[in-house]
């Protein structure tokens, strides 16, 4: 989550969106070929995550990886 977080958080003019994107494929592609209840447990540790932090953007930004990682397929 810190990775991701922190690649999304990231100013454009320090890491343009299409290089977060390209960097986070590879991680989407592997996630996406969990089992499906795999990619369910790892939705609620995102979510217990999100829950837990304290910065607002940072929260925000859990609360959509699921999404943004592919997992609710």
């Given at each position: ?55 607002p ?9 699921p ?7």
């Open positions: 989550m810190e990775i991701v977080i922190g690649l999304d958080l990231s100013e454009d003019d320090a890491i343009a969106p299409e290089a977060t994107m390209k960097m986070l494929q590879p991680l989407i592609t592997l996630l996406q070929d969990l089992p499906k209840q795999d990619r369910q447990a790892l939705v609620e540790l995102i979510n217990q995550y999100a829950q837990e932090e304290t910065d953007e940072r929260q925000l930004t859990a609360w959509e990886a999404e943004t990682l592919g997992l609710l397929i």
